[in-house]
C-alpha cells in the first residue's frame, strides 16, 4: 500500500466514526444518485462503451452496502435515462443486457426490495420482464428499498401521474370541473412512480457535472445535492461519505 492509499485509508476511518456519532436524523433517509461518467471512464480507460457501463454496473453493490451502513431507507439509482433511449442500437442493447443482469444479480441476493422506476412501456420486452422479476421476487423482503430507474424521465413521470389521475377519477365518474376544484399536489404525489416513499434527502450527481437533468424532478424539490468529479466507476466509499458528511453539515430550510 503506498502512502497515498494509507492516507485515504486513515481518512476514511476517521470520517466513518465521525458519522457514526452523528444522529441518525441528521442522516438521509432516501439518497438519489446519478450515475455519470461510465462512457468518459471508458475512454480514458482504452475500454469499449459497454466496457464503461459494465464497470458501472460492477460499482452498484458496493454502493448499496455503503448506503445499508449509513442506515439509509431507500436508494434511487437512474441507470437509463428517456433520452438514453434514443441511443445508437449498437450501444443500446449491451447496455439494456448489463441492467437486465445487474437487475436480476440484485435480485438474487434477496438484500433488497428492488423497485423500478420509469415507463417500462418504453423499454423491450426482455428489460422490462427482468424488472419486473425483480420487483415480484423481493416484494416480502424486509432489507433497504432499491429503486431502478430505467426509460426514467422526470418529465415523464409528472405527465404519467396526472393520466393516471384523469383515468382513475374518470373511472369514478368525477368531472373535470369537480376534479380541478379539489387537486392538489397530494393527489399528483399519490401517483408518481415513488409513490409512498420519502423524497430524497440527498441527490448525488457523479462525473463533475452540475445539473439534474430530469432526475426526480417532483421529489427533489426540497433535496440537497452533491456533485462529485468522480466518474461514477471510481466512485469511492470516502467520496460517499464526503457527501453524507456533507449533508449531515447542512442546515436544511424546506425552500424557507
Not at 42 to 52: D, H, P
Not at 83 to 101: C, F, H, S, Y
Not at 119 to 135: F, H, I, M, N, R
Request: net charge negative.
Amino acid at each position: 500500500m503506498g502512502l497515498r492509499d494509507l492516507v485515504y485509508e486513515v481518512y476514511e476511518r476517521r470520517l466513518a466514526g465521525r458519522l457514526e456519532d452523528i444522529d441518525r436524523s441528521r442522516l438521509p433517509r432516501h439518497v438519489g444518485i446519478i450515475l455519470d461518467g461510465n462512457r468518459r471512464w471508458a475512454k480514458g480507460a482504452g475500454k469499449s462503451t459497454a466496457g464503461g457501463h459494465q464497470a458501472g454496473a460492477d460499482k452498484i453493490v458496493e454502493f448499496l452496502g455503503w448506503c445499508e451502513e449509513s442506515h439509509v431507507e431507500v436508494v434511487t439509482l437512474w441507470l437509463l435515462s428517456t433520452d438514453n433511449l434514443q441511443r445508437p442500437e449498437e450501444e443500446l442493447q449491451p447496455l439494456l443486457g448489463i441492467i437486465e443482469d445487474t437487475v436480476r444479480d440484485l435480485a438474487e441476493r434477496r438484500r433488497w426490495c428492488i423497485h423500478p422506476v420509469g415507463a417500462l412501456d418504453l423499454l423491450g420486452e426482455p428489460t422490462a420482464t427482468s424488472l419486473k422479476a425483480a420487483e415480484e421476487a423481493t416484494r416480502d423482503l424486509s432489507g433497504m428499498t432499491v429503486n431502478i430507474a430505467v426509460g426514467y424521465g422526470g418529465r415523464r413521470e409528472i405527465a404519467d401521474a396526472v393520466r393516471a389521475l384523469l383515468q382513475e377519477h374518470a373511472g369514478q365518474g368525477t368531472s373535470l370541473d369537480d376534479l380541478a376544484a379539489v387537486l392538489d399536489v397530494d393527489h399528483i404525489a399519490a401517483h408518481l412512480y415513488t409513490k409512498g416513499q420519502p423524497d430524497p434527502d440527498l441527490v448525488i450527481r457523479t462525473s463533475g457535472e452540475q445539473r439534474l437533468s430530469g432526475f426526480l424532478l417532483w421529489q427533489s424539490a426540497n433535496s440537497e445535492f452533491y456533485f462529485c468529479e468522480a466518474y461514477w466507476p471510481d466512485f469511492r466509499r470516502i467520496d460517499f461519505l464526503r457527501a453524507v458528511r456533507s449533508y449531515a453539515d447542512r442546515h436544511r430550510r424546506f425552500g424557507s
